[in-house]
């Protein structure tokens, strides 16, 4: 077994986290019970097995290297995971609560059909929902998950890519009769949800040139969906909101063009949540049931 498939051993990899969290291998060695040379010497083992350079030492100071610095998150979050394991060892019921903040849309066209199976087979979890797409709550100290679209990039936050997101014109299918080709969108009612970004960045990819005159912002986008369901007029949809009408055919999308959005939707966590078994269960839960 080569250096670069070998396995270094626990309390090295102990050793190294401790240090490079604490900052000190004074502080790491009173935290694991053993003597500050034994975690000197369990890092350099660490840094020969793995030929990889963690720590740029200066006397008896250290900086953790840009590899030191990667290692020492993941082994944070493998020893929160074991520690976890091992807690709930011989548990037969996972409880607790689980606050989850959801946007309006995903809300009532995905979360409320689907999650009935889960609570059902997971009764110790209480559920605390909020409906929102607002950012404060994805730092909110007492959100256990968040999902939102965005680019997922959050200081101190786990961020999980559940689905890139394809836009493109929907609308019921009686509006749909009456349209020819994408021409036919300047003349139309279009459902805007606040503003024109997504609309114009699928005009452009469409090859549509002008201004569309009959235009109503919605707020929102489950308002904004739930009104191209009822007639209104034309919406810019999504593969992931509007799936459930799609499937059932009371949505429909008249022309072929997709635009990717640079955006997508992220399952948000805090880091300090990661060691609550329901709040992990119920992550699982919507990264399996995220599907598109």
Not at 10 to 20: D, G, I, K, P, W
Not at 270 to 278: F, I, P, T, W
């Amino acid at each position: 077994m080569n250096n670069r498939t070998r396995v270094p051993p626990l309390s090295s990899l102990r050793a190294f986290e401790a240090t490079a969290r604490q900052g000190s291998m004074t502080r790491a060695a009173a935290e694991l019970g053993v003597t500050q040379s034994a975690i000197s010497h369990q890092v350099r083992n660490l840094e020969a097995i793995t030929n990889v350079r963690l720590l740029e030492r200066r006397g008896n100071r250290f900086t953790l290297t840009q590899a030191g610095l990667q290692a020492m998150n993941a082994l944070g979050e493998g020893f929160e995971m074991l520690a976890n394991a091992v807690s709930n060892l011989g548990a037969e019921v996972i409880s607790g609560d689980v606050v989850f903040s959801c946007p309006p849309a995903l809300t009532s066209l995905w979360l409320v059909r689907n999650i009935g199976t889960f609570l059902s087979d997971n009764a110790g979890i209480r559920l605390h929902l909020r409906s929102s797409t607002q950012w404060d709550d994805v730092i909110s100290a007492d959100i256990d998950l968040c999902i939102r679209y965005g680019s997922g990039v959050l200081r101190n936050r786990q961020a999980t890519l559940l689905s890139k997101v394809d836009l493109f014109p929907v609308c019921s299918p009686s509006v749909a009769a009456s349209l020819g080709d994408v021409h036919d969108l300047l003349s139309v009612p279009l459902l805007y949800a606040i503003d024109d970004t997504e609309w114009t960045s699928w005009f452009a990819a469409a090859g549509v040139n002008g201004i569309p005159t009959r235009r109503h912002y919605m707020g929102n986008d489950q308002a904004t969906i739930e009104a191209s369901v009822s007639g209104c007029g034309v919406a810019m949809g999504d593969n992931v909101t509007c799936r459930h009408y799609l499937d059932l055919g009371l949505l429909v999308s008249p022309f072929d063009t997709k635009y990717r959005s640079r955006s997508a939707f992220f399952l948000i966590q805090s880091r300090s949540q990661r060691n609550k078994l329901a709040v992990t269960c119920m992550r699982d839960w919507i990264i399996s049931n995220f599907k598109v």
